[in-house]
């Protein structure tokens, strides 16, 4: 099973494919993950990935899929959380997946209401700010989360259009346990 995993920022995806990723034995492959450790490595690359984050745009096409094609090297059961973000990372996506003889299972859409992912972002905030260690994201900030959404509606949303066929849409709402055990209903019969 490959997954593609998407929705708009707050949607939830980060733990949901943390719990989907251990029900059903894939390899967690988050973008997001791969690009923090890539700025913690100070290098050229890190630095810009950084710089673009921090001001809520995308990691360029080039480099997100330099990325994760070097991420999921050698296999077959994965989960990508954050990517594609766009409808030309997805047709690179399945070139190279076509160039390894397989393909992607299917593309899952966490659907939230902007409204309940602005709040989710926002509280993810406050907590974070409430911790000890005071830890922020940098694309959290108030004024980044407003570009973030702009950039999601142009940028990420077309893939609904491009994945129609195999795109699992999910109602992202309710308790975490709820909206997995929505996935887990909706990914039944792709299993």
Not at 63 to 73: R, S
Not at 94 to 104: A, P
Request: glycine residues 8%.
């Amino acid at each position: 099973m490959r997954i593609a995993f998407f929705g708009s920022p707050g949607s939830g995806k980060g733990t949901q494919a943390a719990a989907l990723s251990t029900g059903y034995s894939l390899t967690h492959i988050s973008t997001g993950e791969l690009f923090r450790a890539k700025v913690l490595d100070g290098t050229r690359i890190g630095r810009r990935i950084g710089d673009t984050i921090a001001a809520g745009s995308l990691v360029d096409d080039i480099t997100a899929n330099y990325v994760l094609f070097k991420a999921i090297e050698g296999l077959n059961r994965f989960l990508v959380d954050g990517y594609p973000r766009n409808v030309a990372q997805a047709k690179m996506f399945d070139l190279h997946l076509d160039n390894l003889g397989t393909k992607l299972t299917c593309a899952l859409f966490l659907d939230v209401p902007i409204e309940v992912a602005e709040e989710r972002l926002t509280l993810r905030r406050t907590q974070r700010q409430d911790k000890v260690e005071n830890y922020r994201r940098a694309d959290d900030a108030p004024a980044v989360i407003h570009h973030r959404f702009d950039v999601y509606r142009k940028q990420t949303e077309p893939l609904l259009h491009y994945y129609s066929e195999r795109i699992i849409r999910v109602d992202g709402t309710g308790s975490s346990a709820e909206v997995t055990r929505k996935i887990a209903k909706a990914l039944q019969e792709w299993e």
